[in-house]
């Protein structure tokens, strides 16, 4: 049954609300999506603080420029899953590069990063940087390699001065 105005406009308004908040966002084609994939998706994505949103071409598009972000309608082909972003820039690529890559009817098509439309690509390679964890830990590793090598070298003197006083009392 076709939607009212009214219902349209409850749906545009929900969806600009949404859109205002992101981070990221991840465009998918989706054919054979069926009911066993979103169950699995929109869990995966719930642990992960992404958000999964189905709503007509028109309506998305309609939203995005309603936040100030434009995507040619013509950029988005085919059934539009569209998977938001609040907490992570990263998030939403990761998980649908990871769920896409075994599918054969769905592939990521573009994205929204920093209020810009990227390709395909630029979301393929924002799915493999590591996550925020990864990179604060080898950056907390890389600021404390300086000061961990200088301990080791005033150690080192302390060490050979001990094996020197071990050598000179195993001969006495």
Do not use: C, H, W
């Amino acid at each position: 049954m076709p939607k009212t105005r009214a219902q349209k406009e409850e749906i545009l308004d929900e969806l600009s609300e949404k859109l205002s908040r992101i981070k990221s966002a991840v465009f998918t084609s989706v054919s054979g999506y069926t009911m066993d994939d979103a169950n699995a998706l929109r869990q995966k994505g719930r642990t992960q603080g992404v958000e999964l949103v189905v709503a007509k071409k028109t309506l998305l598009t309609r939203a995005l420029e309603k936040n100030g972000l434009q995507v040619k309608e013509e950029d988005l082909t085919g059934s539009i899953l569209t998977t938001l972003g609040y907490q992570d820039e990263i998030a939403p690529s990761k998980l649908m590069a990871a769920f896409t890559k075994d599918r054969e009817g769905m592939k990521v098509i573009g994205g929204i990063l920093e209020g810009v439309f990227v390709g395909s690509e630029a979301i393929k390679q924002l799915a493999t940087l590591p996550s925020r964890e990864e990179l604060l830990s080898k950056l907390v590793g890389s600021l404390n390699a300086p000061a961990s090598g200088f301990v080791n070298v005033l150690a080192g003197n302390l060490r050979g001065l001990v094996q020197v006083l071990n050598a000179i009392g195993a001969v006495k």
